[in-house]
């Protein structure tokens, strides 16, 4: 007679074949005759703990299957998790800008008399602000990378400062030559203002592109220093060089004009006289 332990007997089956029958002996049941009922060959047993072990590591592992994020959900969830928080945060920072960039307003409209007679003025200012903005931006992000990388901490301000006057000083000369041929080559209004109106408008347009051009690759660099001191977050510097410079670009350009061509009149054109009138 075959005693046998507790747990589940499996047959390997006649041949090696498939399972005959499971039989779960409990508390010590007997198989008579020693061998399987049915295969006759010596039951094998797996014991219950083992079962009861693999049953649960299948279900743990099914449950964590279940709760595992896909590769879908989880860029669902990258794509909008935060997104109101981060609008607030961004369109609080525009709204400022958007209405500090509107002061140019009160600047254009105490230079109302050298806009509307000089054309010069508007038809070339968005080159030259929009210029002084480039040349900020550009500073600015040198400035953030070197702090976010590490190159640079809060006591490197007054070198990069200095690095960023004389890079400005190349990069003013060589942008003013660029602006003398575009303003000589393309702009024609001698017949308004007389010969020498045109170099006017030349040297006008060269020195307000140098100064603003110098003015904000210094405030550019400087600014994400200026930003990590006070605790405000380095990466607005960007967009509010852009803005600053927008703001200063219009007064620099109108006072350096006012002082070359408000003085200037137009050039009055007489009628002529059809002939054989008298």
Do not use: W
């Not at 499996?10 to 049941?29: N, Y």
């Not at 040198?142 to 070198?159: A, E, N, P, Q, W």
């Amino acid at each position: 007679m075959y005693l046998a332990p507790a747990g589940v007997f499996r047959s390997a089956g006649a041949g090696g074949g498939t399972d005959a029958r499971l039989t779960v002996a409990r508390g010590g049941a007997m198989l008579r005759g020693g061998t399987h009922p049915v295969a006759g060959t010596p039951p094998t047993a797996v014991t219950g703990g083992s079962v009861s072990v693999r049953m649960s590591n299948e279900a743990e592992e099914g449950r964590v299957r279940s709760e595992t994020p896909t590769e879908a959900e989880r860029q669902r969830e990258r794509m909008f998790s935060g997104v109101i928080p981060l609008v607030m945060r961004r369109t609080t920072v525009l709204v400022f800008l958007m209405l500090l960039q509107s002061m140019s307003q009160f600047i254009l409209e105490n230079f109302e008399k050298l806009v509307t007679e000089h054309l010069i003025v508007p038809l070339f200012l968005t080159m030259l602000v929009g210029a002084g903005g480039n040349a900020g931006n550009q500073a600015a992000v040198h400035s953030i990378t070197g702090l976010v990388t590490g190159t640079y901490s809060v006591r490197d301000c007054m070198s990069v400062v200095a690095k960023e006057i004389v890079t400005g000083l190349c990069s003013a000369v060589l942008l003013s030559l660029v602006a003398v041929g575009r303003v000589y080559f393309l702009y024609d209004p001698s017949e308004k203002h007389g010969d020498n109106y045109l170099q006017l408008c030349v040297l006008g347009v060269t020195l307000s592109l140098f100064c603003i051009v110098l003015t904000s690759m210094v405030i550019g660099g400087a600014l994400p220093f200026l930003f990590e001191m006070m605790g405000l977050n380095r990466e607005h510097a960007a967009p509010c060089i852009q803005v600053i410079m927008d703001i200063m670009g219009v007064y620099i350009t109108c006072q350096i004009c006012t002082y070359l061509l408000l003085d200037t009149k137009p050039v009055a054109v007489i009628p002529m006289k059809p002939h054989g009138n008298t």
